[in-house]
C-alpha cells in the first residue's frame, strides 16, 4: 500500500497491477475541453432534439414553425407558409414583426439576429415582454435548428427594408447584409437543410410536415398557414396536397370533427371551447384553455394536449386538470340526478371512452426536457380544472336527457371495469385449481367445440327431458331457474352475484365483458331453448339481453340460436303433425287432415311436459329441427342499442312509450 502512495507522489500514473494492454491515465488541464460557441449541440445533439432519428429530423421543422406560431399567438402575425422545396430543404415565412436586426447591446458587433442564431440561451422570451405566452423558453430553438443545418439561410423584412444572413454548420458565412427594400413586405423567412453529417440519408416527409401544419394551424384559430411542397417529394398513394390553405376557424372543434369524419360511434355532438385563465398577480394576462371533447360508445380513445402550441404526448398537468373537470362534472351530475353508483366513475371510465384535444396558452410554462414532452407546471393542474369545472357542468346542465345518457354510460363503464377486477382476481385465486363446471351442467363427450352444441332449458323439469333426448356425444344441457336476471336494469353487483348467470358463464368459458375470448367458447352453438309460450319469450329475451351486453361477439360470430318448440301436436289416426302457434294450428288442420277427420288437438304446457320422443324429434334433432340464429346487424347498430335499452333498460317510461306507440300493430292478443 506505501508503494502506491509513493508511485503516486513520484508523479508515476501509469497503471499498475500487471493487466496486458493497461491504458495510459495521465489526467491534467490539457485533457479538459472547452466547446464554444454551438459546437456542443454538433457533439452532442441528443441533448437538445432527443436524438438523431426521424423524429429529432422533424423535430427541427417543429422548432422554426413554433418561432411563427408564437407571433401569430402574440398578435403579430396571421399567416405562415411553409414549403417543402427538397428532400432535405425546408422553408418556413411568417409575417410577423421580423427579428431584430440592430446590433445586440451585449455583443456590439453582431447583430440580434445573429446572436439568436448562433448563442445558446439567446431569444427574446425570457423577460415576457415581446411574448406574454410562447412555445419557446430556453432560447436555443433556433441556433440548435442552425447548429445542425449544413445550410441556413434567414430573411428578414422589417422597417420596409430586407436583410439577410447565411450559415452553415452554426457559423455565420458573412454578416447580416442589407438587400433591398421591402416596402409591401415583413416577417421572417428562415430556410434551411439538415445536416447529413449529423443525419445521415434521412430526409423529410411531406405527409408528416402537413400533419404538423394542420395540427399547429388548430391551436391558434386566427392563424391561415399556406402550404406548399414539391410534387416529386410526395410519395405514390399518399393524399397530401402539393399546395393547400389551413385555417380552423373554430379552432380544436374544426380540427376534431375532421378526424373524426363520420363517426358511428358518436354518443353526443362534440363539446368544445375556451376560456381565460385567471390574470397574473401583475395584471398581465394568465393565457387561456381551450377544448374539443367527443364521446365514444365504441373505438379507440384519444387526449391529444398542447401547451404553447407545443405537443406534449407524455401529457403533463394541464392534462391532470383536465382529468378532474371531467370526472368531478359527471360525479356531480350523479350526485343531482340521485346516482349512486356515479360515485365509482373514475378518469380511466371517462378519458377510455373519450376523443378529445386539449391546449393551454400559460406564461412561463415548464417542461420535461428539450423536446418538451410533458407539461410541469403544478398551478397548471388547477387553472385548468377551475376553467373547465363550471362549464362541464353548464354543459350537462344544457342538454339533461344527453346527460343523463352519458352519465349512464360512464357508469357501466365504471361497473365493467370492477366486473374485470373481480374476475381477474377470481381467475388469480383459482388459478391453480382443476376447470369447475357448474352442478347442473350435463356435458357432452367430444372435445371438438365447433361440433358440439348448449342447450339452455328452463328449469329443472324442462331440464330432464332435454338430457333425455340429447345426443350424449355432441349435446349438452345446461338448465336455468326461472327468469334470469335482466342485465339491462341491474347493477353490477347484482349481475356478479347472480349464480344463474355465473354458472352460465363458467359453463361456456370464454369469460364476458372486455376479458371475453372467442377462442376459449367450449361449444360451437349456443342454445336457448324456453317454452313456447309468452314466458318462454320473456326468458328468451331475458338471455338476449344477457349476451348482447356481456358477450356481443358471441352473436358476431353466429354462435347464439333460438330453438323452435310446437306448441301443439296434432294426431289423427298414425298421422301426427306439429304447430307452432294458434294459426299454425288452423293451418296445419286444413292442409294435413281431412275436413271431416277428428284431429286430436295437444298442447303442450311446456319442455318439461312434453314427452322426450316428442322433443327430440321437433326440437333437439339436427336433421328435423329449425333453429333461429340471433343477429345484430352492423347498420342498425344504433337501433339495436337503442332498442334493448327502451325494453330492457332501468326506465320504465321508455317501455310504456313503445307499448302506446305500438299498441295498434297488435291484432289478436292471446290470453
Known amino acids: 500500500m506505501s508503494d502506491l502512495f509513493e508511485s503516486g507522489k513520484a508523479g508515476n500514473t501509469k497503471a499498475t497491477g ?102 445558446l440561451h439567446a431569444g427574446g422570451k425570457f423577460s415576457g415582454k415581446a411574448y406574454d405566452t410562447s412555445g419557446g423558453l430556453h432560447g436555443v430553438g433556433s441556433s440548435v435548428v442552425n447548429a445542425l443545418s449544413d445550410k441556413l439561410e434567414v430573411e428578414v423584412a422589417r422597417d420596409r427594408v430586407l436583410y439577410r444572413q447565411d450559415f452553415s454548420r452554426g457559423v455565420p458565412l458573412g454578416p447580416l447584409a442589407e438587400v433591398g427594400k421591402a416596402p409591401n413586405r415583413r416577417g421572417t423567412t428562415v430556410r434551411f437543410s439538415p445536416d447529413p453529417e449529423i443525419f445521415g440519408n434521412l430526409h423529410f416527409s411531406a405527409s408528416r410536415l402537413y400533419r404538423l401544419c394542420c395540427s399547429k394551424a388548430a391551436l391558434f384559430r386566427g392563424v391561415i398557414i399556406q402550404w406548399k411542397c414539391d410534387p416529386e417529394l410526395i410519395k405514390a398513394g399518399d393524399e397530401t396536397p402539393v399546395e393547400a390553405t389551413i385555417q380552423f376557424p373554430n379552432g380544436l372543434e374544426d380540427a376534431l370533427t375532421a378526424e373524426l369524419g363520420a363517426n358511428p360511434d358518436l354518443l353526443t355532438p362534440l363539446w368544445a371551447g375556451e376560456a381565460e385563465l385567471p390574470l397574473a398577480a401583475d395584471g398581465r394576462t394568465g393565457g387561456k384553455v381551450e377544448w374539443a371533447v367527443a364521446f365514444l360508445e365504441a373505438g379507440t380513445s384519444t387526449l391529444t394536449s398542447y401547451c404553447n402550441t407545443i405537443p406534449t404526448p407524455q401529457g403533463g398537468t394541464h392534462e391532470a386538470g383536465f382529468r378532474a373537470a371531467l370526472v368531478k362534472g359527471f360525479r356531480s351530475w350523479g350526485d343531482q340526478r340521485k346516482v349512486k353508483r356515479a360515485a365509482a366513475i373514475t378518469a380511466e371510465d371517462v378519458l377510455g371512452a373519450v376523443a378529445a384535444k386539449l391546449s393551454v396558452f400559460i406564461r412561463d410554462p415548464q417542461f420535461q426536457g428539450q423536446t418538451k414532452d410533458k407539461l410541469t407546471n403544478q398551478e397548471a393542474s388547477r387553472l385548468v380544472e377551475g376553467a373547465l369545472r363550471d362549464r362541464i357542468d353548464h354543459w350537462l346542465g344544457g342538454n339533461p336527457q344527453q346527460a343523463d345518457n352519458l352519465l349512464a354510460f360512464m357508469v357501466e363503464r365504471a361497473e365493467e371495469r370492477l366486473r374485470r377486477r373481480e374476475v381477474k382476481e377470481t381467475a388469480r385465486k383459482s388459478a391453480t385449481r382443476k ?207 337503442e332498442r334493448v335499452e327502451s325494453l330492457m333498460g332501468r326506465k320504465p317510461e321508455l317501455r310504456f312509450r313503445f307499448i302506446q306507440e305500438h299498441a295498434r300493430s297488435v291484432e289478436d292478443l292471446d290470453v
Open 18 to 119: 500487471g493487466r496486458k494492454g493497461a491504458v495510459n491515465t495521465d489526467y491534467g488541464a490539457q485533457d479538459i475541453e472547452v466547446l464554444e460557441g454551438l459546437e456542443p449541440v454538433r457533439r452532442r445533439p441528443g441533448m437538445y432534439i432527443g436524438g438523431t432519428d426521424d423524429n429529432a429530423y422533424h423535430h427541427l421543422a417543429s422548432e422554426i414553425l413554433d418561432n411563427a406560431m408564437d407571433e401569430a399567438v402574440a398578435g403579430h402575425a396571421s399567416s405562415i407558409e411553409m414549403r417543402l422545396e427538397g428532400p432535405r430543404t425546408l422553408m418556413v415565412r411568417d409575417n410577423g414583426r421580423g427579428i431584430p436586426t440592430d446590433p445586440h447591446p451585449k455583443f456590439p458587433d453582431k447583430s440580434a439576429l445573429e446572436v439568436i442564431f448562433t448563442t
Open 435 to 641: 376447470l369447475r363446471l357448474p352442478g347442473k351442467l350435463t356435458d357432452c363427450t367430444r372435445e371438438n367445440a365447433s361440433e358440439t352444441e348448449l342447450f339452455l332449458v328452463e328449469g329443472e323439469s324442462a331440464g330432464g327431458s332435454a338430457r333425455q333426448a340429447r345426443d350424449r356425444e355432441t349435446q349438452a344441457v345446461l338448465p336455468l331457474r326461472g327468469k334470469i336476471l335482466n342485465v339491462a336494469s341491474a347493477t353490477a353487483d347484482k349481475l356478479r352475484g347472480n349464480q344463474e348467470l355465473r354458472d352460465l358463464t363458467e359453463a361456456l368459458g370464454c369469460g364476458l365483458g372486455s376479458s371475453f375470448d372467442i377462442s376459449r367458447l367450449r361449444y360451437g352453438r349456443v342454445i336457448i331453448m324456453t317454452d313456447a309460450d309468452v314466458d318462454g319469450a320473456h326468458i328468451a329475451s331475458l338471455l338476449m339481453t344477457f349476451f348482447y351486453r356481456e358477450m356481443p361477439e358471441l352473436i358476431r360470430h353466429g354462435h347464439l340460436h333460438l330453438a323452435q318448440p310446437p306448441l301443439y301436436r296434432l294426431t289423427h289416426g298414425a298421422k301426427t303433425v306439429y304447430a307452432m302457434n294458434d294459426q299454425d294450428r288452423d293451418k296445419r288442420i286444413k292442409a294435413d287432415f281431412k275436413s271431416n277427420a277428428k284431429v286430436e288437438v295437444s298442447r303442450f304446457k311446456g319442455l318439461g311436459e312434453m314427452p322426450v320422443k316428442d322433443l327430440k324429434q321437433t326440437t333437439m334433432d339436427p336433421a328435423r329441427r329449425t333453429l333461429l340464429r340471433v343477429v345484430a346487424l352492423p347498420e342498425d347498430r344504433a337501433l339495436t342499442s
